[in-house]
Structure formats: structure tokens, C-alpha cells
């Protein structure tokens, strides 16, 4: 195969909890994943000389090796020894640290197709293994769906679906940094965490009202101070039909679950009135 393009899908995160720190400074976390339809395009195409090529429809993105595209790219060209070079085009659609998994799906997506053009025969299982030395949120991104995320984020176990639902995803114009709000974190006998256990029982009652309620992310405490608007966000979605809004990842993403396509149409069309420059999108769940 010469060329070929796939969608890399966001992720939310239905819990997120962390539950201590390791001794090489890695956070260990029990997390619900879950996969959105909202992606990223890449196209793949070979070339005959050798090297990794990128391309974005964003300027400010990096194209050389601290994208994680062309690191996954060249790990795989490596271990397999693979003749000639590739070009890889990106059509960024998933806002850019947003707490969605932008970098680590495309990541993800890039293995995914290298696999399939070169006819690697690679498991899913097989990709985890390698990517989880780029990223610990890799593995999940070539798995999909809904899971259950532990360790520092790499061991992965699959839990019953999510019920079907409409998200709205609404970020500020504002930036967060992933490590900044871990380092910020602080672990006490007055961390209120998430019940993570309690959501899946309500997964697997199929019981969306009660999951809602129940779901929580610990990093909020984190972020939330650091930027009151997405407090304001996550109350907006909740007094305008939403089930349950959560923060997603280290944010500054807020989603809010919905059982009314309609609904969460007219929350969208009131979000970008509210919140000036704000990205927001409605979808569904990608299993």
C-alpha cells in the first residue's frame, strides 16, 4: 500500500483519579477512557528516500522530532527496518491541549497505519507494548473505546459501555500544562477523590443519571483554581440540559453529557455566546 489516511479519535475522561506518586515522579491513576467522534486526519504516503516528513494545517505545530507523529513513525521505520521514508500530513481538527489526546491518538493513529501499509502484522497488543515507551495515553488511543486506565495510565482493562449519550465539548481560549497541573497536585487526607468503582456499577446498570452524578476528576482541584471559567463552564452546561459536566484530563476541556441531541445543540449555540473565542462541538461516542 502506498499512501492511505486514518482518523485519530479524541478521548474524555469519564473519572480521573490519582492515587499516589511513584519514586521516579510518575502519578499512578485509575481512570474511565472513553473515545469521541472527534478526529484528526492523517494521510500517509511513502517516499523513496529515507526520513520522516510531516505536515499540518497548523503552523505553530512542531514538525521535526518533538511531534510525537515522526517519533512513532521512526520507531517503528527503525525496529523494522523499513525501506524509504514516509510522509505523514495531519489535518489538526481536536483542539491542541485541550485535555482530549490530541497528540497522543495521532501518535497512535500513525502506528496504526505504518502497521497496515508495511503489512507489519502487528497485534493491537503488540502496538501498546511499543507505545507506551512514547506515551502512557498511547496504548489506550490504539485501543479505543471504553476502558479502565491504571498504573500511569498503561494498563489498560476493558469495562461495560458507556449508555448511548450526546457530548458537548466546550474549551476556553486558554492554555493548560499537563505537568504543571500534576505538579501542582497535592495528595492529602483532604483529597476528595472520585469514585471510580461506583461509576462502573452504574455502567454496568446502564444507568447514565447515576454515573453522572457520581463522576468526579481530581485535577479539577488543581485547574479549577488556576482558572475559574472552567467552573463557570461546567455550571453553564449542567444549568442548560446537561446530565452531568466534568472536566476532561488536566483540561482546560469541559464536556457535558446529554440525552437530547436538541438540546445540547441549543447549550452549544448559548456556550459561544457566553464564552467569548470558546471551541465547542457536539458528537457522539466512538466505541
Not at 75 to 88: S, V
Not at 224 to 250: Q, V
Amino acid at each position: 500500500m502506498e499512501s492511505m489516511w486514518i482518523n485519530a479519535p479524541a478521548k474524555i475522561n469519564i473519572g480521573l483519579d490519582v492515587t499516589g506518586v511513584r519514586d521516579d515522579g510518575y502519578h499512578e491513576v485509575k481512570m474511565i477512557m472513553q473515545t469521541i467522534r472527534l478526529f484528526d486526519r492523517l494521510t500517509l504516503t511513502r517516499k523513496k528516500d529515507p526520513g520522516v516528513r510531516l505536515t499540518t494545517n497548523l503552523k505553530f505545530l512542531p514538525t521535526d522530532d518533538n511531534n510525537l507523529i515522526v517519533q512513532s513513525a521512526k520507531l517503528l521505520i527503525k525496529e523494522f527496518n523499513l525501506p524509504g521514508g514516509i510522509t505523514i500530513n495531519l489535518e489538526k481538527r481536536i483542539p491542541v491541549a485541550a485535555g482530549l489526546a490530541g497528540g497522543s491518538t495521532d501518535a497512535a493513529s500513525t502506528m496504526i497505519a505504518i502497521n497496515q501499509m508495511y503489512e507489519l502484522g502487528l497485534s493491537n497488543s503488540q502496538l501498546m507494548k511499543r507505545a507506551v515507551r512514547l506515551g502512557a495515553d498511547i496504548p489506550y488511543c490504539i485501543m479505543k473505546g471504553t476502558a479502565l486506565a491504571e498504573g500511569i495510565g498503561e494498563k489498560l482493562s476493558t469495562v461495560p459501555k458507556l449508555p448511548g449519550c450526546t457530548i458537548l465539548l466546550v474549551k476556553p481560549k486558554l492554555h493548560v500544562s499537563t505537568g504543571e497541573v500534576y505538579g501542582g497536585l497535592v495528595l492529602d487526607d483532604n483529597s476528595v477523590h472520585p469514585d471510580i468503582d461506583r461509576m462502573i456499577e452504574d455502567m454496568k446498570k446502564r444507568d447514565l443519571k447515576s454515573l453522572c452524578s457520581h463522576m468526579g476528576n481530581i485535577l479539577e482541584s488543581v485547574t479549577i483554581p488556576l482558572h475559574p471559567e472552567i467552573a463557570d463552564i461546567k455550571t453553564f452546561l449542567t444549568e442548560n440540559g446537561a446530565i452531568g459536566s466534568l472536566m476532561s484530563g488536566s483540561g482546560p476541556t469541559v464536556f457535558g453529557i446529554y440525552d437530547d441531541r436538541e438540546r445540547a445543540e441549543a447549550a452549544k449555540k448559548a456556550a459561544l455566546e457566553r464564552f467569548d473565542k470558546s471551541f465547542a462541538f457536539v458528537t457522539d461516542l466512538y466505541r
